[in-house]
């Protein structure tokens, strides 16, 4: 995705609509958590800093007159289909005014589809969603026999595999910085365990780009963290990243299992901070990192060096810094699914 720039007219308008879905066309009261997001969103997507008690709604019909380019309608659409993920369970008035507004503009996006299926608690048909159009685009290859020899890998790994497990466990080796150390640092310091010890029967090319993209925009081990991450990862996808951005707040906000792995679904986790500090970043970064690079032929460059070839912004250090509790050393019975 790339993130657009509005005129001063457009930020009022946007934000007119934020407030008319957060409040269901005035039937409810601004949350504390709908606040939050529509101040994140505009010092982070819209860089303005008007004052949301001071402008009145807005209608979807009149929103629509100053939309009119596809892809700033969509983008200003793709903000409002955030806001009802405010609540643990997606809010049904919210989204019927989000609906209007979609209707005004003309444009159904596939995010909007999947605020649906979160709104209906329609998990099987939610994550048929995600994986149809996600995982045909993130697996390399141009053609289909490209994407099964990709793929075969996958299907064929070990769940115990020395070579594959010493091809990681190496990457402690390298200098202190370097962006091997620090992916050594973020498994061993939180008791992760690397590809071919036994974690999980996948290719370490689809488990390594997530943890890398948590070292490179520096979102912990935590739930507030895995929402930032994937809102970084789907800010800088070509394809498909709304969809992508707002997985986290599927499994950590909602409460809905977007996919079986290791992490335990919980609910009411949304940092709007870290989430919209991912979305950014991700919008800024000037490359694909689902598709366009290969973490293995950047591991003995340093962490900064490639965060500024990126320009990815806002980041922090955490990759030898555990969150406290228990997400911090997770028992082995967590790897064991």
Same mark, same amino acid.
């Given at each position: 995705m790339k993130q657009l720039k509005w005129d001063d007219n457009q930020d009022e308008f946007i @934000?007119? *609509?934020?407030?008319?879905? /957060?409040?269901?066309?005035?039937?409810?009261?601004?949350?504390?958590? =709908?606040? /939050?997001?529509?101040?994140? !969103?505009?010092?982070?997507?819209?860089?303005?800093?008007?004052? %949301?008690?001071?402008?009145?709604?807005?209608?979807?019909?009149?929103? $629509?007159?100053?939309?009119? #380019?596809?892809?700033? #309608?969509?983008? /200003?659409?793709?903000? @409002?289909?955030?806001?009802?993920?405010? =609540? +643990?369970?997606?809010?049904?008035?919210?989204? *019927?005014?989000?609906? $209007?507004f979609a209707a005004a503009l003309g444009i159904h996006p596939e995010a909007l589809t999947l605020l649906h299926q979160a709104r209906d608690r329609h998990?099987?048909?939610?994550?048929?969603?995600?994986?149809?159009? !996600?995982?045909?685009?993130?697996?390399?290859?141009?053609?289909?026999? =490209?994407?099964?020899?990709?793929?075969?890998?996958?299907l064929q790994m070990k769940k115990y595999d020395i070579e594959v497990a010493l091809k990681h466990e190496r990457l402690g080796l390298l200098p202190e910085g370097t962006l091997g150390r620090s992916i050594w640092q973020f498994y061993r310091t939180r008791g992760f365990t690397f590809p071919g010890e036994g974690h999980m029967n996948m290719n370490e090319d689809f488990i390594l780009i997530h943890d890398v993209s948590h070292i490179l925009?520096?979102?912990?081990?935590?739930?507030?963290?895995?929402?930032?991450?994937?809102?970084?990862?789907?800010?800088?996808?070509?394809?498909?990243?709304?969809?992508? *951005?707002?997985?986290?707040? %599927?499994?950590f906000q909602?409460?809905?299992?977007?996919? +079986?792995?290791p992490a335990k679904v919980q609910s009411g986790e949304l940092d709007p901070e870290e989430f919209l500090r991912g979305l950014e970043m991700g919008m800024n970064c000037n490359i694909d990192l689902?598709?366009?690079?290969?973490?293995? =032929?950047?591991?003995?460059?340093? !962490?900064?060096?490639i965060r500024n070839e990126y320009n990815i912004i806002h980041f922090t250090n955490i990759h030898a810094t555990p969150p406290e509790g228990w997400w911090a050393v997770p028992p082995e019975s967590w790897w064991k699914y």
């Open positions: @934000l007119r *609509a934020l407030k008319t879905v /957060a409040t269901a066309n005035g039937r409810l009261e601004l949350s504390t958590m =709908d606040n /939050a997001l529509i101040d994140g !969103l505009q010092r982070h997507l819209l860089y303005s800093n008007l004052v %949301l008690a001071d402008l009145p709604l807005v209608s979807p019909q009149e929103f $629509a007159t100053h939309f009119t #380019a596809p892809a700033m #309608a969509e983008q /200003a659409l793709q903000f @409002l289909i955030v806001m009802p993920y405010s =609540d +643990t369970k997606a809010n049904a008035e919210k989204v *019927a005014v989000v609906d $209007a998990v099987m048909a939610m994550e048929f969603c995600i994986y149809r159009k !996600l995982a045909p685009s993130m697996i390399k290859g141009e053609t289909i026999l =490209d994407k099964f020899r990709t793929l075969k890998p996958v925009g520096g979102f912990n081990s935590t739930p507030q963290g895995e929402i930032g991450v994937a809102a970084f990862q789907g800010g800088n996808m070509k394809e498909h990243g709304w969809l992508f *951005a707002v997985i986290g707040m %599927l499994d909602l409460g809905l299992a977007a996919y +079986t792995g689902s598709k366009d690079w290969n973490p293995w =032929d950047h591991m003995d460059r340093q !962490l900064d060096d």
